[in-house]
């Protein structure tokens, strides 16, 4: 089976599993997942969302071709501010693994008219490649049947660098597709909740020599 249509069968069945019911209470809890790069986010690129207040969450990410694990944590323990770890392990052979930090503070949360603002930093002490980054995101059609999420920004760094943004489609009260720019290139996912507190993430990433094919797995919780 070719890497397509392997991809294809996974998004049928992470698509199809939040069909195994949850109750009401349970549905209208929604999750915010850690990024590739560890905070909160889309794919690769960070987003306005955090986790809830005194709470985390714990995430992993594979990619085939480039990326042999990326764990991190991410905590928010006072209002509008994240902090996390990332432990980064390169697929490329020499490449040292190395544990970095990030932040991330909403300086605006959302209303009915303005969008959030959030401004932060990936990779704190510039281990890896660190990235400094501002973002606005917007939920446009909130009552309705598809709502859709717009996430916008710029960083200026190594990881990213230049003008990124994000498109989330909730499709299901458990299931999202996003679409994302990353500065380079274009990304793909379909993130699903098959429980009230764990998401799973199906994506394709463009390396820029190829797309490759990628996992990940999130757990979040409060204290």
Same mark, same amino acid.
């Given at each position: 089976m070719s890497r397509v249509l392997a991809l294809a069968a996974c998004l049928a069945l992470v698509v199809a599993v939040p069909a195994l019911a949850q109750d009401d209470a349970d549905a209208a809890l929604t999750t915010s997942a850690p990024s590739v790069l560890g905070l909160t986010g889309a794919i690769i690129t960070p987003t306005t969302e955090l986790p809830p207040v005194k709470g985390l969450n714990v995430g992993y990410h594979w990619l085939a071709d480039t990326l042999d694990s990326a764990a991190k944590v991410n905590v928010a323990p006072i209002p509008k501010v994240e902090i996390g770890a990332l432990w980064?392990?390169? #697929? #490329?052979?020499?490449?040292?693994?190395?544990?970095?930090?990030?932040?991330?503070?909403?300086?605006?949360?959302?209303?009915?008219?303005?969008? #959030?603002?959030?401004?932060?930093?990936?990779? =704190?002490?510039?281990?890896?490649?660190? #990235?400094?980054?501002?973002? =606005?995101?917007k939920v446009f059609n909130a009552d309705g049947e598809v709502p859709i999420t717009i996430n916008l920004g710029g960083a200026s760094g190594d990881t990213i660098d230049g003008i990124f943004g994000s498109v989330k489609l909730a499709l299901h009260e458990d299931v999202d597709v996003i679409g994302e720019y990353d500065s380079e290139e274009f990304n793909f996912a379909v993130r699903a909740r098959p429980y009230k507190d764990i998401t799973f993430d199906l994506m394709t990433v463009d390396n820029g020599a190829d797309r490759e094919f990628g996992v990940g797995a999130a757990w979040c919780t409060t204290w």
């Open positions: 980064w392990d390169p #697929a #490329a052979a020499g490449v040292d693994e190395e544990l970095v930090f990030n932040a991330k503070y909403v300086f605006v949360e959302e209303d009915e008219k303005n969008p #959030a603002v959030a401004a932060g930093v990936i990779d =704190i002490g510039d281990d890896v490649d660190q #990235a400094w980054f501002g973002v =606005i995101s």
